[in-house]
């Protein structure tokens, strides 16, 4: 099977690559023209911005994990233009090709921060992004929808939790829990069971191969492991690293401090260190979700344990 695989160069894309080839297929890398593609075999050189590069080769899929991420510190405008846009780019010009299968790297933010424990997010719900990533990632996943059933072509979104393993994005959400941990600043609330959501690259990965078995229509899963809490992600992070790395501060005190962080944000040019959707994440299970369907629908399980991916990300780092 023939298969691109855009952002092939990054976090997500190398490790899919490299499932694909054990598996004994042949992934195609896209990468933008000048990134590394060291320990890459066969690349195509595109930029999903812009449209007149993407001479693509004949191919079965595409996996398309390309994308730029709120933490980069990007504008709206540029966020619209690689996520949306570039999707929209890349999903058109694989059609000329006559692509049959088009999977999607969304976000959970596509849906927007309106789970709780008692009432996870699902793919039913009605999606409302609080931030401007996640409206890229939603308008991306509404323009596949509209012209996959257009084209015939088959696609899957998957929408995972947060990601993290070795050579994760430097200022990723997943990033940041584990530097945090290890400067001795991650913040716990009250007794840390708010539930927070963590997918260790590899069961993102078994999660788009098997997406590669549908073979008709538009499908959206949600891909997270155990509804783990707070806690117990701090304290298999801090045993790993033998370290105490949290601190428990009042809901009260985290409150003036995310008010502090909004009123000097202008002043960062960027995102606040603190922002009120963080704060509710920190003091409430926003982000709690279900991966019900993909589990029922794919036979999704988690090949690597929470455990096992800590351990493996901190060796990777020498933590």
Same mark, same amino acid.
């Given at each position: 099977?023939?298969?691109?695989?855009?952002?092939? +160069?990054?976090?997500?894309?190398?490790? /899919?690559?490299?499932?694909?080839?054990?598996?004994?297929?042949?992934?195609?890398?896209? @990468?933008?023209?000048?990134?590394?593609?060291?320990?890459?075999?066969?690349?195509?050189?595109?930029?999903?911005?812009?449209?007149?590069?993407?001479?693509?080769?004949?191919?079965? @899929?595409?996996?398309?994990?390309?994308?730029?991420?709120?933490?980069?510190?990007?504008?709206?405008?540029?966020?619209?233009?690689?996520?949306?846009?570039?999707?929209?780019?890349?999903?058109?010009?694989?059609?000329?090709?006559?692509?049959?299968?088009?999977?999607?790297?969304?976000?959970?933010?596509?849906?927007?921060?309106?789970?709780?424990?008692?009432?996870?997010?699902?793919?039913?719900?009605?999606?409302?992004?609080?931030?401007?990533?996640?409206?890229?990632?939603?308008?991306?996943?509404?323009?596949?929808?509209?012209?996959?059933?257009? @084209?015939?072509?088959? /696609?899957?979104?998957?929408?995972?939790?947060?990601?993290?393993?070795?050579?994760?994005?430097?200022?990723?959400?997943?990033?940041?829990?584990?530097? +945090?941990?290890?400067?001795?600043?991650?913040?716990?609330?009250?007794?840390?069971?708010? /539930?927070?959501?963590?997918?260790?690259?590899?069961?993102?990965?078994? @999660?788009?191969?098997?997406?590669?078995?549908?073979?008709?229509?538009?499908?959206?899963?949600?891909? +997270?492991?155990?509804?783990?809490?707070?806690?117990?992600?701090?304290?298999?992070?801090?045993?790993?690293?033998?370290?105490?790395?949290?601190?428990?501060?009042?809901?009260?005190?985290?409150?003036?401090?995310?008010?502090?962080?909004?009123?000097?944000?202008?002043?960062?040019?960027?995102?606040?260190?603190? &922002?009120?959707?963080?704060?509710?994440?920190?003091?409430?299970?926003?982000?709690?979700? &279900?991966?019900?369907?993909?589990?029922?629908?794919?036979?999704? +399980?988690?090949?690597?344990?929470?455990?096992?991916? /800590?351990?493996?990300?901190?060796?990777?780092?020498?933590?």
């Amino acid at each position: 099977m023939r298969i691109i695989v855009t952002g092939g +160069s990054g976090f997500l894309g190398r490790a /899919v690559i490299e499932r694909l080839k054990r598996d004994g297929m042949k992934p195609m890398a896209m @990468a933008l023209p000048g990134e590394d593609v060291k320990g890459l075999n066969t690349v195509i050189r595109g930029d999903v911005t812009d449209p007149d590069s993407l001479d693509l080769p004949e191919h079965d @899929a595409v996996i398309h994990c390309a994308g730029i991420l709120e933490s980069s510190h990007p504008s709206e405008e540029m966020m619209m233009k690689v996520n949306h846009t570039g999707t929209r780019n890349m999903f058109d010009a694989a059609l000329k090709k006559g692509c049959r299968k088009f999977i999607f790297i969304s976000s959970i933010s596509a849906l927007g921060p309106h789970g709780s424990r008692e009432r996870p997010l699902t793919e039913k719900m009605d999606p409302d992004p609080c931030d401007s990533y996640g409206r890229s990632k939603l308008e991306a996943e509404r323009y596949l929808k509209r012209a996959s059933e257009d @084209a015939g072509t088959t /696609v899957v979104v998957l929408r995972p939790s947060v990601l993290y393993g070795p050579g994760m994005n430097l200022n990723s959400s997943g990033m940041k829990i584990f530097t +945090s941990i290890r400067k001795g600043i991650m913040p716990l609330v009250g007794s840390g069971d708010t /539930v927070l959501n963590m997918l260790y690259v590899d069961n993102l990965v078994e @999660a788009i191969m098997l997406s590669l078995g549908v073979n008709e229509g538009y499908h959206i899963y949600h891909v +997270s492991e155990a509804p783990y809490s707070q806690s117990l992600i701090i304290e298999t992070i801090e045993r790993r690293m033998k370290r105490i790395g949290h601190r428990r501060y009042p809901k009260s005190l985290l409150w003036i401090l995310t008010l502090l962080s909004e009123v000097v944000s202008p002043l960062l040019k960027g995102p606040p260190p603190l &922002s009120w959707t963080k704060y509710r994440a920190l003091t409430g299970s926003i982000w709690a979700m &279900s991966s019900d369907r993909i589990r029922e629908e794919l036979g999704f +399980s988690e090949i690597v344990s929470l455990e096992e991916g /800590v351990d493996r990300t901190c060796s990777f780092y020498g933590w």
